[in-house]
């Protein structure tokens, strides 16, 4: 079936540290990729995604490789804020089902 | 547009009540996703409407739960004879489009507590 492994939170990094956080999915065919974020308080928003085989997706200085080879959709971040600390979902959208599977999330916490 | 919206944002009820609740989407969205988060999880899959047509439902959705989408605007999502185990976050969601690539708007969520 469809499924997708997440790195086990908290991450807790200092300011300005590297940060990966990492996604592994099993799907039919090729899917679309996401994540998503979830910030105290708030709801769901897209982060950023990949749609074939070696597209990155970034935002907000985040980026993430889709690879197939590997079926894996890791999050990285070059240097950290205190404002990003939140909660992380990785999630492949399986289009023949028209909806997406969420990893467990990952909760990331960045002190100054 | 002002994003999706639900109603009500909290909801506690006793073991054995119904309860309705409310997704209203984007504006000319025709594709609408509930789901259900518990605590430190992330969100499974309830059901999917493609306008007003209800395409799937997932193994978690028992008989007590019944979505509608009339008109292919608002969802309604009840739960009958509630249940302890009911109590989680209801998440809708919704996009625009055919593809399996588009980005799925969130909504703030329906907290359900059932005592």
């Known amino acids: 079936g469809n499924s997708v492994t997440q790195m086990e939170g908290p991450v807790t990094l200092s300011e300005e540290a590297f940060l990966t956080i990492n996604c592994t999915y099993t799907a039919t065919g090729y899917p679309s990729l996401f994540w998503y974020v979830q910030y105290p308080g708030e709801g769901l928003q897209l982060l950023l995604k990949?749609?074939?085989?070696?597209d990155k997706g970034s935002n907000k200085g985040f980026e993430a490789t889709y690879r197939k080879e590997t079926t894996s959709f890791h999050l990285e971040k070059g240097s950290v804020q205190v404002s990003d600390s939140a909660v992380y979902f990785c999630a492949p959208f399986v289009g023949g089902y028209n909806k997406l599977i969420f990893g467990a999330g990952t909760r990331l916490a960045v002190h100054p | 547009d002002t994003g999706v919206s639900q109603d009500p944002r909290h909801k506690i009820t006793k073991r054995g009540q119904n309860v309705t609740f409310r997704c209203d989407p984007i504006?000319?969205?025709?594709?609408l996703y509930w789901y259900r988060q518990t605590l430190g999880q992330g969100p499974e899959f309830l059901t999917y409407f493609q306008n007003e047509a209800q395409l799937e439902k997932s193994r978690l959705l028992s008989d007590r739960f019944s979505a509608e989408r009339p008109k292919g605007s608002f969802s309604t999502l009840e739960i009958q004879r509630t249940e302890q185990g009911d109590s989680a976050m209801y998440l809708c969601a919704s996009s625009f489009g055919s593809g399996d690539y588009n980005e799925q708007f969130f909504g703030p969520g329906t907290r359900l507590t059932v005592l």
């Open positions: 990949a749609t074939k085989a070696d």
């Open positions: 504006s000319e969205h025709n594709r």
